[in-house]
């Protein structure tokens, strides 16, 4: 028997500043990593999908017209609802066996949800000749996850992955959903993404509560001017509407979004001038809102990012992803990256008791196809 084994990378993400504004109709400025997720995709004869996988030892056969959402199937359920998105389109994928493998550190906040759902896209839409645009299978992806996984996220995640580019980042307009690559120079600079190693318990549940008290704010802040979403106020014209806002815990989240969206746009300034210490100040200053004002923060993200900021050689640091754990991103440079991480590192441990993992990561092209192969015979 003769069947063609195509080849497929989706990559992880980072979100360089712009936090928690996805769905506030903010800017965000993520760029794709060069670790991620690897796919070997075959169609079937029949209508089953077999899902397989390097990193788990569960595996799942499952019949392409009956997904649902099984918790027993774990992580397959991630693909499964990317293929149930292709057939709400009108689309006819037929079986085929999928075995993954990646190497994004799960839970740690840099998208290994989005990646594996990216890659089950690119390859379904290369097996099935589907021909959906990237931006399409972003859209898909997130419809998959929120509607099959029950999870409310934005759409950063999955555009970032999918629409990455060396050696750039990307300036997304959450909202219009307009991008801009914009080169992402660093010199003798690296990313350093450091890992709490921390269950990110609270994610879920404060996410949400989040975004609710986000809502309170727009609504409120409604009464006043017309706008659509809460990152379409300028940082003046906030500072005069404030006062509305009576629960000061509500106002403090709409503080944090509408000035963590002023805070992107000026980082994007400051690289595009080559004022890397500038942008690694409002890194800084992103996470003091976050810890503060919008307290997604937690304790051992805080000691990660104080002990970057005491470090010789850091431009900026700070927490990146949802939170309550999960990892931080850290410019620092390229002599300092060995002293960055002993310091760091020993700081950690000795007020946490635990062991953070460091990753020098650089910049990466989004999901695509990378290659395939044939075989006689599996």
């Given at each position: 028997?003769?069947?063609?084994?195509?080849?497929?990378?989706?990559?992880?993400?980072?979100?360089?500043?712009?936090?928690?504004?996805?769905?506030?109709?903010?800017?965000?400025?993520?760029?794709?990593?060069?670790?991620?997720?690897?796919?070997?995709?075959?169609?079937?004869?029949?209508?089953?999908?077999?899902?397989?996988?390097?990193?788990?030892?569960?595996?799942?056969?499952?019949?392409?017209?009956?997904?649902?959402?099984?918790?027993?199937?774990?992580?397959?359920?991630?693909?499964?609802?990317?293929?149930?998105?292709?057939?709400?389109?009108?689309?006819?994928?037929?079986?085929?066996?999928?075995?993954?493998?990646?190497?994004?550190?799960?839970?740690?906040?840099?998208?290994?949800?989005?990646?594996?759902?990216?890659?089950?896209?690119?390859?379904?839409?290369?097996?099935?000749?589907?021909?959906?645009?990237?931006?399409e299978m972003a859209k898909l992806s997130q419809r998959a996850?929120?509607?099959?996984?029950?999870?409310?996220?934005?759409?950063?995640?999955?555009?970032?992955?999918?629409?990455?580019?060396?050696?750039?980042?990307?300036?997304?307009?959450?909202?219009?959903?307009?991008?801009?690559?914009?080169?992402?120079?660093?010199?003798?600079?690296?990313?350093?993404?450091?890992?709490?190693?921390?269950?990110?318990?609270?994610?879920?549940?404060?996410?949400?509560?989040?975004?609710?008290?986000?809502?309170?704010?727009?609504?409120?802040?409604?009464?006043?001017?017309?706008?659509?979403?809460?990152?379409?106020?300028?940082?003046?014209?906030?500072?005069?509407?404030?006062?509305?806002?009576?629960?000061?815990?509500?106002r403090k989240r709409a503080a944090h979004a509408v000035n963590?969206?002023?805070?992107?746009?000026?980082?994007?300034?400051?690289?595009?001038?080559?004022?890397?210490?500038?942008?690694?100040?409002?890194?800084?200053?992103?996470?003091?809102?976050?810890?503060?004002?919008?307290?997604?923060?937690?304790?051992?993200?805080?000691?990660?990012?104080?002990?970057?900021?005491?470090?010789?050689?850091?431009?900026?640091?700070?927490?990146?992803?949802?939170?309550?754990?999960?990892?931080?991103?850290?410019?620092?440079?390229?002599?300092?990256?060995?002293?960055?991480?002993?310091?760091?590192?020993?700081?950690?441990?000795?007020?946490?008791?635990?062991?953070?993992?460091?990753?020098v990561a650089e910049t990466s092209d989004g999901a695509r196809?990378?290659?395939?192969?044939?075989?006689?015979?599996?």
């Amino acid at each position: 028997m003769h069947r063609e084994l195509r080849v497929f990378h989706s990559p992880g993400r980072v979100n360089l500043i712009g936090e928690h504004i996805d769905y506030n109709g903010g800017h965000v400025f993520p760029c794709a990593l060069n670790f991620g997720t690897y796919g070997m995709a075959r169609k079937r004869t029949d209508r089953e999908i077999h899902f397989s996988s390097g990193n788990f030892e569960l595996r799942v056969a499952t019949d392409v017209d009956a997904l649902i959402n099984e918790p027993a199937h774990g992580w397959a359920n991630y693909p499964k609802g990317v293929v149930a998105e292709f057939i709400k389109l009108g689309h006819e994928p037929g079986g085929f066996d999928f075995y993954v493998w990646g190497d994004i550190p799960s839970g740690a906040g840099l998208s290994s949800s989005a990646s594996l759902e990216m890659l089950t896209a690119v390859a379904v839409n290369a097996l099935f000749d589907c021909g959906l645009e990237m931006t399409e299978m972003a859209k898909l992806s997130q419809r998959a996850e929120n509607l099959f996984m029950g999870v409310n996220c934005g759409i950063m995640d999955q555009y970032a992955v999918g629409m990455g580019k060396k050696d750039h980042a990307l300036l997304l307009d959450c909202n219009s959903l307009v991008h801009e690559y914009v080169p992402f120079n660093l010199g003798r600079n690296k990313m350093i993404i450091a890992n709490t190693n921390i269950k990110r318990g609270l994610v879920d549940s404060k996410y949400n509560e989040r975004r609710e008290e986000c809502v309170k704010a727009l609504r409120i802040i409604r009464r006043e001017v017309e706008i659509k979403n809460l990152c379409d106020l300028e940082e003046k014209v906030f500072a005069l509407l404030a006062s509305k806002i009576s629960d000061k815990k509500v106002r403090k989240r709409a503080a944090h979004a509408v000035n963590e969206n002023a805070r992107t746009k000026q980082a994007v300034c400051e690289l595009n001038a080559g004022n890397l210490s500038g942008f690694g100040k409002l890194m800084n200053e992103s996470h003091i809102s976050l810890r503060d004002l919008y307290e997604v923060s937690c304790h051992e993200l805080d000691i990660l990012v104080e002990a970057a900021w005491k470090t010789d050689g850091v431009l900026g640091s700070r927490m990146t992803g949802a939170g309550f754990g999960g990892c931080t991103i850290s410019l620092v440079c390229e002599s300092e990256i060995e002293n960055f991480i002993r310091r760091v590192g020993a700081e950690y441990l000795q007020k946490t008791g635990r062991k953070a993992d460091f990753f020098v990561a650089e910049t990466s092209d989004g999901a695509r196809e990378v290659g395939a192969f044939s075989r006689n015979r599996y």
